[in-house]
């Protein structure tokens, strides 16, 4: 079992939809949890943390953390096409010395 | 700008030559993290540093890797005799904290090591 699992997609939205990423971690113990964009190319850029339960909003973004499920989850509201890229989940686990990426999710925004 | 500097950006070595990429983390960050992503692949954690320290290399390979970071002057990431395998972009991120935890990394522009 890998520690971070996402799915690879493509997912494929329409313009103006939302976009939902999801992803599990294998670590019980982990504290935060992470979502970076890359786009083909360039290096991760962080775009969302959260490190509670719940949900986090920020802008058109929203991450969702359910520890006892182990899952997390990123929504892209209003998708652009500029919101194509690769996004990467990433956990820090229990040791909490290093982020474990998933493979990412390759989303695609068709105008 | 205040970012995390690596260089070079793109590097070509042949088959046994040897390769050395620098990263300068962020100012006021002492803790540096190595990455390496293969094509079509995720981030695959290398090796953790603090100055003069390792902190964690459990995703070193056990052969022609090394990593350092000194008291002065950039970490550096070596690869001895490199083999087509190697071929990857490799990003150095740093940290605030000790663990990282509560503290996102902030990730550098990648060196691109071609092996011919």
């Known amino acids: 079992q890998k520690e971070v699992e996402q799915n690879s997609g493509p997912l494929s939205v329409p313009e103006g939809a939302i976009a939902s990423l999801n992803c599990t971690y294998s670590?019980?113990?982990?504290?935060?949890f992470f979502w970076y964009r890359q786009y083909s190319g360039k290096s991760p850029e962080l775009i969302m943390f959260?490190?509670?339960?719940g949900d986090k909003e920020d802008g058109r973004f929203t991450a969702q953390l359910n520890k006892a499920s182990q899952y997390v989850s990123l929504l892209i509201r209003d998708s652009q096409p500029s919101d194509s890229a690769t996004y990467l989940c990433a956990v820090n686990g229990a040791a909490g010395n290093k982020l474990t990426f998933g493979g990412g999710t390759r989303v695609l925004v068709k105008p | 700008n205040a970012g995390v500097m690596q260089n070079p950006r793109h590097l070509v070595r042949r088959r046994g030559q040897e390769a050395r990429l620098r990263c300068s983390p962020m100012k006021g960050h002492s803790h540096v993290y190595w990455y390496r992503q293969l094509p079509e692949e995720g981030l695959k954690f290398m090796v953790y540093l603090q100055k003069e320290n390792i902190i964690d290399e459990s995703g070193m390979p056990k052969e022609r890797f090394s990593a350092e970071f000194p008291k002065e002057g950039p970490s550096i990431l070596r690869i001895q005799q490199v083999v087509r395998g190697d071929s990857a972009a490799y990003f150095c991120?740093?940290?605030?904290?000790?663990?990282?935890?509560?503290?996102?990394?902030?990730f550098g522009n990648g060196t691109r090591l071609t092996v011919t």
């Open positions: 959260i490190y509670s339960n």
């Open positions: 670590d019980r113990g982990s504290q935060s």
């Open positions: 991120a740093s940290s605030p904290l000790r663990d990282g935890v509560n503290s996102p990394l902030h």
